[in-house]
């Protein structure tokens, strides 16, 4: 089997384009279906963090709470229609179904919620809730009161997590097979990464008002950018129906092709988070591995909060704060896209462990920066001013600007390869059992056990600026432990793979489990 890939492809066509001629159609259209799927998540992500943090009576510490009390009920939701779908419909027919609801609720929230939002919005049980509550539930009594820029976050949210995750990936999954998903993929992945930047050049022109007959143009500026966004992405999810029927149509059944076979795959089975400790615990390989993963998630949302809560407060116009958020896109997606083509390099001439710890190590140091200007403000003025030219406040929204950007980055180039890259040397069970436990810890107590963290100390605190001494405290000691956890994991990779023997699994000493 590996002889005859040498002969079929050339060096440097197996690394960058292992693809055969009958294959070129169907890969080209998955690329250009992923790729528009991508640039209009790359919009709404943008749009969605604007809307809800330049609202009225609401700001970053909102953002715990919704994605606690909003996004991940919603999601649980979500998968439930789309099972249900699946029973009743085919599976073209509920792509349709499914993005066809998305874009009707864009285009409700455009032309008619956000429009009539002062209407909407139920400011006089939110005015009631701040009586009766202390100052620390101000998230949750946003998150109450701008009922529709709380919706819209969600749905945003959900284009990722439904269309993307489940619908598109099990879409190609059908259609592919072992060996032709082993070659592709990696090119997927990669028109992934550079979706970003043409999302937020995308997001950058359509920000600017234009004129369009039919767009409302007695608005204020900020409503002249949600209307062309919104636009925007009608336009994109309409191009991906269009595509999806033609390649169902003229891709899937040309003759050229190869009889499609299915990718025979060991089903997951999806692990509890309880199952997934307890399996997680029985190895000693695993629970470094675990911490790793753990330590990005948790990482990343905490310092997000923190990041957008400054963010608020340097560019109060939501058309600034887009603009330079969509420029964050573009560089996370220049720098993702260079760093997965170095990736093979990185690790093959440094190493497991050195690639591992890029990503936290470069938290870490951005970090510093981003907590020096905002604990030292008064000390570092003179010095930001000389510098710089900028007040300390400023530098620290640019440090944790630059923060959000090479860490993104970092984790679509290296973490996630280094990651997948260190299941390799585990037998079949434990990789299979082990990956589908990390996978799902990480992303439930990740995400949703951050948020709750965070809901704490503002409730305790009561608010984001006076949790952030607590919040910088936990990032610093997660930080530690994940390169501890790093550094250790690489000791036992490396001599694993030094004997070309699967690791079998071994038991904690004392472990009852």
């Keep these: ?15 960058f384009w292992p693809v055969h001629r009958s294959e070129l159609k169907k890969v080209l259209s998955m690329l250009l279906l992923l790729f528009l799927i991508c640039v209009s998540y790359s919009v709404l992500r943008n749009l969605k963090d604007a809307v809800i943090l330049t609202a009225k009576h609401s700001g970053a510490e909102v953002i715990p709470f919704i994605k606690v009390w909003g996004i991940f009920p919603a999601a649980i939701g979500a998968t439930w229609l789309y099972t249900r779908l699946n029973r009743y419909f085919s599976k073209s027919a509920v792509f349709y179904i499914i993005i066809s609801c998305f874009l009707a609720y864009f285009l409700l929230f455009a032309f008619i919620l956000y ?3 002062e209407k909407l919005h139920l400011h006089t049980l939110g005015n009631w809730l701040s009586t009766v509550l202390p100052e620390g539930f101000q998230g949750l009594i946003a998150l109450v009161r701008n009922w529709t820029f709380t919706s819209f976050y969600i749905v945003s949210e959900l284009w990722a997590t439904l269309l993307l995750a489940v619908i598109y990936w099990g879409f190609v999954n059908d259609v592919t097979c072992v060996g032709e998903a082993k070659r ?6 990669i028109g992934s990464n550079i979706a970003p930047i043409l999302g937020g050049s995308l997001a950058l022109i359509f920000s600017k008002p234009f004129t369009l007959s039919f767009l409302p143009t007695n608005e204020n500026p900020w409503s002249q950018t949600i209307y062309q966004l919104i636009l ?4 994109l999810g309409i191009a991906c129906m269009g595509l999806y029927a033609w390649i169902n149509r003229y891709v899937l059944t040309d003759k050229e092709r190869k009889d499609p076979c299915l990718i025979k795959q060991e ?3 999806q692990l509890s988070i309880r199952e997934s400790i307890k399996y997680i615990l029985r190895s000693r390989y695993l629970v470094p591995l675990a911490i790793v993963v753990l330590g990005y998630n948790v990482s990343i949302n905490l310092t997000d909060v923190l990041w957008k809560s400054q963010l608020t407060t340097l560019f109060s116009d939501p058309n600034v704060m887009l603009e330079h958020m969509n420029k964050i896109t573009i560089g996370i997606g220049i720098l993702a896209t260079c760093g997965a083509l170095f990736f093979s390099v990185l690790i093959t001439r440094l190493g497991w462990t050195f690639t591992a710890v890029i990503t936290p ?11 020096t200007f905002m604990f030292c403000s008064d000390s570092l003025a003179a010095f930001s001013a000389a510098i710089f030219g900028l007040a300390p406040f400023a530098m620290a929204v640019y440090c944790g600007s630059l923060q959000n950007c090479l860490s993104k980055a970092c984790k679509y180039s290296v973490f996630d390869a280094s990651k997948e ?16 436990a990390i996978d799902g810890l990480g992303s439930s107590l990740g995400k949703s056990g951050s948020s709750l963290v965070y809901q704490v100390f503002i409730i305790l605190m009561g ?4 949790s952030a001494p607590f919040v910088a405290c936990v990032l610093f000691l997660i930080l530690i432990a994940w390169i501890s956890s790093a550094f250790y994991l690489g000791k036992q990779f490396k001599q694993m793979t030094a004997t070309d023997n699967p690791i079998i699994m071994q038991s904690l000493p004392d472990s009852n489990l």
């Design 115 to 117: 429009p009539n939002s």
């Design 421 to 436: 890259v260190a299941f390799l040397p585990l037998n079949s069970e434990s990789k299979l059992k082990g990956k589908a």
């Design 361 to 371: 190590t470069i938290m870490t140091l951005t970090a510093v920066g981003f907590f």
């Design 232 to 235: 925007l992405i009608i336009v």
């Design 184 to 189: 592709t993929y990696g090119i997927l992945n």
């Design 267 to 269: 089903i997951k089975k």
């Design 463 to 466: 608010s984001v600026a006076l």
């Design 1 to 15: 089997m590996t002889k005859e890939k040498v002969k079929t492809f050339g060096i440097l066509r197996s690394i």
